[in-house]
């Protein structure tokens, strides 16, 4: 098992690793539920609850393979061991929609410091461990990272994570709807 980089509150962060995509996967499903972006774009998961499993795994498995692009992290409870054609839960027309705002968000806002900036990107607390700091201590550890660099956090909040961010005095620079 990687080395814990941080432990509070009975939590450890360490970085993720193959072996943690199931773990991923689940945390990903079920602490996105009430997301508009994966209403908006995945309105048939539900429906379709393997589809939406495979997918979900799939892109964290890209992003496991991206190493000198994504970095992810896995919050553990330390008390416990721890294709758009092929996809039958997305509305292809609304996930693609999203991508293409995504895309003109991040030149937009983001294309000026390109790789000198931690993005905190899907961001996710498992609904068990929701108010319970898991969230704070993510985003502070990121802070913490670029802070180290001289480097500016970005993001984009969700309407559900934008009560974690404002907390954290985040500012607002635009509001987005798709």
């Known amino acids: 098992m990687p080395e814990s980089i941080l432990s509070h509150n009975g939590f450890a962060l360490r970085e993720a690793t193959e072996a943690d995509l199931p773990a991923l996967t689940r945390i ?75 895309g003109q968000r991040f030149h937009t806002y983001f294309a000026e410091w390109a790789d000198k ?9 498992h609904p068990d461990f929701r108010r319970r700091g898991g969230g704070t201590m993510l985003v502070r ?13 970005t993001l984009c909040a969700s309407p559900m994570g934008r009560f974690l961010y404002e907390y954290l005095e985040f500012r607002t620079i635009a509001t987005e709807v798709v």
């Open 28 to 102: 990903h499903v079920q602490g996105f539920t009430e997301e508009p972006y994966e209403q908006y774009c995945f309105p048939r998961r539900n429906e379709y609850p393997d589809d939406y499993w495979q997918w979900t795994k799939q892109s964290y498995k890209d992003f496991l393979d991206q190493p000198h692009k994504y970095t992810i992290y896995l919050l553990e409870d330390v008390k416990h061991d721890p294709g758009l054609d092929q996809r039958r839960d997305v509305n292809v027309v609304h996930f693609e929609a999203f991508s293409e705002a995504a």
């Open 117 to 125: 900036q931690v993005n905190l990107s899907s961001l996710v607390v």
């Open 141 to 153: 550890w990121g802070m913490d990272r670029a802070q180290a660099k001289a480097w500016p956090v």
